[in-house]
C-alpha cells in the first residue's frame, strides 16, 4: 500500500491539510504495519468528510 501523502505538508491543529492523517501517522508511515495503513487510512477518510460537512454547515 503506497503512502497516501501528496507532498502538501500543510498542518492545522495536527492535521495534515492534503491527505488528512495526524502527524505522527504521516511520520510514522513506513513502520506501520501492513495490517494497520488501512485503519490509518480509513481514519483519514473520516476526518476529511467531517471537515468537508463542517465546512458546508451555515450559521
Known amino acids: 500500500m503506497q503512502d497516501p501523502c501528496i507532498n502538501l505538508r500543510a498542518f492545522k491543529r495536527d492535521i495534515c491539510q492534503g491527505c488528512r492523517r495526524n502527524m505522527a501517522k504521516t511520520k510514522g508511515w513506513k513502520k ?3 495490517r494497520v495503513r488501512p485503519t490509518a487510512l480509513a481514519e483519514a477518510d ?5 471537515f468537508a460537512t463542517i ?3 451555515k450559521g
Open 55 to 57: 465546512g458546508r454547515r
Open 46 to 50: 473520516m476526518r476529511l468528510l467531517s
Open 32 to 34: 506501520l504495519g501492513k
